[in-house]
């Protein structure tokens, strides 16, 4: 079976069963939060985003019984407003392409599930595996690990931590492209000798929790003296980690700077941000100016999908002292793999939302560590702290085993809004409880859907009516 048997506990679904239950039907969410409205994860690029999630839930009724209930699995993935809408209509592309198949089917082979839908004939031509194909694909496949975990009554991290090594090599990671770095029986060799130390491991996030930056404190459109208050409010918390936006003008980068290292102190990590606005020659001149600062990181320097050009960057910034890092925009596992190969960059960050799902991320996980280079998640929006939660813990556990210039990202803004809320304790996390990966809460999902969730109406009537007023 895909579980060891020393990990079983009581199940919400038995395994056996999962043949019965088909997946015949789902429902598809615009949802959208109006984070702009307070400037929160405003950047040098994204001026005003709105924190939104293209959010599934894939039905899966029992074939012959319709008085039993029927499973469901929630997945979602994370834009920042406009252009949501579009993932939603993927999304229900490819669930055409899944309708019909027996949880059974899916869960023997969830590999080839994925490529069910990453690989279509005709819809990857919208990809192959990038841009919103991806977004959808990883939604889906969300759910369907959401589910699967669920049924285990474990949540998703340690479903994944505690599933057959064999199986979960072939049956579940993506290696497709990456096995020219990567080598199948090395993987399991490794993940096979954790398994001695899995529950040491286990125990010590349980009680030392994983270390976080925080870039709450730091968004462009925040004012000084928010920036000040909220540097005292984390440190307060126990955040001993800070990064700032950077890109605008670079003397309010040397300002903001100089506020953020005078309001953290000497002890504590700053890093920046400046979501891809420079080209590689801009990138290298503006962060010597800010290396007064000490920046342990710049993240996202230059476009994305720049190998070379990472390379350059982090080739000269390595020599004073400032490392480079990238991922949050990055498309897939190929592309991790050509800027670890290049030694473009010193720390990867993962998307959780942008990846497709445990079976990508973890072929991510697994390149960083062949190529020792830390994976510091990529978190904020609304759902990738949550999400992010499961991957750091499995990631520790089962690849890694250490907290050697680990952390995650931490920008919390709507933890509120999903059943397991996701906040830290004294600047760390600690391993989730709840069975399955993450869900929104159903009314939270109603109150914010767009347009017409009671939130949005209201908004959109008051700006017609402001536009109109503006016409008298």
């Known amino acids: 079976g895909a579980v060891s048997m020393s990990s079983v506990v009581k199940r919400n679904v038995d395994p056996d069963t999962f ?23 405003s950047d040098a690029v994204h001026v005003d ?13 029992h074939r012959s019984d319709t008085m039993v209930v029927p499973l469901v699995g929630h997945g979602m993935t994370f834009t920042l407003g406009r ?12 669930f055409a392409l899944v309708k019909g198949l027996s949880f059974g089917d899916i869960t023997r082979d969830p590999l080839t599930f994925s490529r069910r839908i990453t690989n279509d004939a005709q819809m990857r031509w919208l990809g192959p595996e990038k841009g919103v194909l991806h977004l959808a694909c990883a939604a889906i496949n969300n759910a369907v690990w959401d589910l699967w975990s669920w049924c285990h009554n474990q949540p998703l991290w340690k479903f994944v931590v505690d599933m057959d090594v064999d199986f979960l090599v072939d049956k579940c990671i993506d290696l497709k492209y ?12 490794k993940l096979k000798q954790n398994q001695l130390r899995k529950q040491q491991r286990i125990d010590f996030l349980h009680y030392n929790g994983y270390p976080l930056y925080v870039t709450a404190a730091g968004w462009l459109g925040y004012s000084d ?18 990064k700032m936006k950077t890109g605008r003008s670079v003397d309010d980068d040397m300002r903001r700077a100089k506020i953020m290292r005078e309001a953290i102190g000497d002890d504590c990590v700053l890093m920046m941000d400046s979501n891809a606005v420079w080209d590689v020659a801009t990138a290298i001149s503006w962060m010597k100016q800010l290396s007064f600062a000490r920046p342990y990181f710049i993240e996202e320097p230059t476009c994305p999908d720049d190998v070379l050009g990472h390379a ?13 890092a990238t991922g949050e925009t990055c498309q897939n596992k190929v592309m991790f793999k050509q800027l670890l190969q290049s030694k473009a960059v010193n720390v990867a960050q993962p998307d959780t ?13 697994l390149l960083c560590d062949a190529f020792e280079t830390p994976a510091i998640f990529h978190a904020g929006g609304v759902g990738l702290n949550e999400m992010v939660r499961h991957y750091i813990m499995l990631d520790y556990v089962m690849i890694t085993g250490t907290l050697k210039d680990r952390m995650c990202e931490y920008a919390q803004h709507l933890a509120q809004h999903f059943e397991e809320e996701c906040e830290h304790e004294n600047g760390k996390y600690y391993p989730p409880k709840s069975a399955g990966f993450i869900r929104m809460k159903m009314s939270s999902i109603k109150e ?17 009516k402001q536009d109109k007023q503006s016409k008298l």
């Open 19 to 41: 043949d019965q239950y088909i997946l015949d039907d789902c429902e598809i969410f615009d949802v959208r939060y109006p984070t702009s409205d307070g400037m929160h994860g």
């Open 49 to 61: 985003p709105d924190y939104s999630a293209a959010y599934i839930l894939l039905k899966f009724h």
């Open 83 to 94: 252009g949501n809408e579009v993932v939603c209509a993927c999304l229900q592309s490819l």
């Open 178 to 189: 990456v096995t020219d770095v990567l080598n199948v029986a090395d993987i399991k060799l």
């Open 225 to 242: 003296e928010t920036i000040r208050s909220l540097c005292r409010k984390y440190l307060a918390q126990g955040f001993r980690a800070f």
């Open 312 to 324: 350059e960057i982090a080739k000269e910034l390595n020599k004073i002292g400032i490392k480079v």
């Open 353 to 365: 939302a942008r990846l497709n799902s445990v079976p990508e991320i973890l072929a991510v996980l």
């Open 448 to 464: 914010y859907q767009f347009p017409n969730g009671p939130v949005w109406r209201n908004k959109l009537q008051k700006l017609c």
